[in-house]
């Protein structure tokens, strides 16, 4: 192609490249949502619907990007974590964040009417804004999941409260305010047990556990992880290889492998002992 004396604007445009060698979550936030739950009539604390057609966008979002580790969704957010290895887009951080926002909202759009068949979707349209944070450590990604799930229960446990006064109750919201404003978790357990005979215990998982989204493989083959063996050279080199070749036949097992939704702790250990290829160095 031809230089034209145009080109120059090019040298405008900024890198941003995000660190090497650390996690990537990509947080998405629905826009405005509380005003589009409205509009739709959500149900209130929590819409099983909606929060289905958030999980069907989040699955299809990870089926279309193989580098995704795991995705973490609650109310109208998900985040997504990228392995700290990946090199996806070189790790542009605009091009990974407005590919996730516009993959999720396109699916959410898509497949609104399978989730709301007697709603059609009108302008304004849901729309949904995206930000990259960086974590150096496991650590560090562990307590921000962490984060984002102690969230999702205490909103919940104060929703549910919340609405429990409202809908059964017969108080009006500045009445269920007052009521909860100071209130520990144990209160509002027993406000929900004595009063209306809810064992919060039994909500749905989804409801206070939010929605983790990961691969999950039926079985992972013995010996799958190779090793490097530096009897001689040749041989080095041969491993390497095989090492190479190992490399794509696990990137390939990544796209085949079982998409899951699980409303389960993602605080304690277990989840993650249990799934070690989550957060192991070799993704
Ligand atoms: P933003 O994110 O700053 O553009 O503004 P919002 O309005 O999206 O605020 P945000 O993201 O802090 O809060 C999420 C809103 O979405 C909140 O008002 C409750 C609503 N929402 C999310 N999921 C459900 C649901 O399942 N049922 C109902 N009724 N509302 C929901
Ligand atoms: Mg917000
Ligand atoms: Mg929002
Ligand atoms: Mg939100
Ligand atoms: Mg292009």
């Given at each position: 192609?031809a230089?034209?004396?145009?080109?120059?604007?090019?040298?405008?445009?900024?890198?941003?490249?995000?660190?090497?060698?650390?996690?990537?979550?990509?947080?998405?936030?629905?826009?405005?949502?509380?005003?589009?739950?409205?509009?739709?009539?959500?149900?209130?604390?929590n819409?099983?619907?909606?929060?289905d057609?958030?999980?069907?966008a989040?699955?299809?979002?990870?089926?279309?990007?193989?580098?995704?580790?795991?995705a973490y969704?609650?109310?109208?957010?998900?985040?997504?974590?990228?392995?700290?290895?990946?090199?996806?887009?070189?790790?542009?951080?605009?091009?990974?964040?407005?590919?996730?926002?516009?993959t999720?909202?396109?699916?959410?759009?898509?497949?609104?009417?399978?989730y709301?068949?007697?709603?059609?979707?009108?302008?304004?349209?849901?729309?949904?804004?995206?930000r990259?944070?960086?974590?150096?450590?496991?650590?560090?990604?562990?307590?921000?999941?962490?984060?984002?799930?102690?969230?999702?229960?205490?909103?919940?446990?104060?929703?549910?409260?919340?609405?429990?006064?409202?809908?059964?109750?017969?108080?009006?919201?500045k009445?269920?305010e007052?009521?909860?404003?100071?209130?520990?978790?144990?209160d509002?357990?027993?406000?929900?047990?004595s009063?209306?005979?809810?064992?919060?215990?039994?909500?749905?998982d989804?409801?206070?556990?939010?929605?983790?989204?990961?691969?999950?493989?039926?079985?992972?083959?013995?010996?799958?992880?190779?090793?490097?063996?530096?009897?001689?050279?040749?041989?080095?080199?041969?491993?390497l290889?095989?090492?190479k070749?190992?490399?794509?036949?696990?990137?390939?097992?990544?796209?085949?492998?079982?998409?899951?939704?699980?409303?389960?702790?993602?605080?304690?250990?277990?989840?993650?002992?249990?799934?070690?290829?989550?957060?192991s160095?070799?993704?």
């Open positions: 192609m230089n034209s004396k145009y080109e120059y604007v090019k040298a405008f445009e900024q890198p941003d490249l995000l660190l090497p060698n650390t996690w990537i979550v990509v947080r998405i936030d629905g826009r405005g949502f509380h005003k589009f739950s409205s509009k739709y009539a959500f149900e209130k604390p819409d099983r619907r909606a929060l057609l958030m999980n069907a989040a699955k299809a979002v990870m089926s279309e990007l193989p580098d995704i580790v795991i969704g609650i109310s109208d957010e998900y985040s997504f974590v990228f392995h700290k290895s990946c090199m996806l887009f070189e790790r542009r951080e605009s091009k990974l964040v407005t590919t996730i926002v516009s999720f909202t396109a699916h959410f759009v898509l497949l609104w009417n399978l709301f068949p007697e709603l059609p979707l009108s302008p304004p349209l849901p729309s949904f804004d995206g990259a944070v960086l974590y150096p450590s496991v650590q560090n990604l562990r307590d921000y999941m962490s984060w984002r799930q102690v969230d999702c229960h205490i909103n919940n446990l104060y929703n549910t409260t919340f609405w429990a006064l409202i809908q059964m109750g017969g108080l009006d919201a009445e269920a007052k009521e909860l404003a100071g209130s520990a978790a144990a509002k357990h027993e406000t929900l047990f009063r209306f005979k809810i064992n919060y215990n039994n909500e749905p989804m409801y206070k556990k939010g929605s983790v989204v990961f691969r999950d493989y039926e079985l992972v083959e013995p010996g799958s992880v190779s090793e490097v063996v530096d009897e001689d050279f040749a041989k080095t080199i041969e491993q290889e095989l090492s070749s190992q490399e794509e036949k696990d990137r390939k097992r990544r796209a085949k492998a079982i998409i899951t939704i699980q409303h389960v702790d993602i605080i304690k250990d277990e989840f993650w002992e249990r799934r070690p290829w989550l957060l160095n070799k993704p």
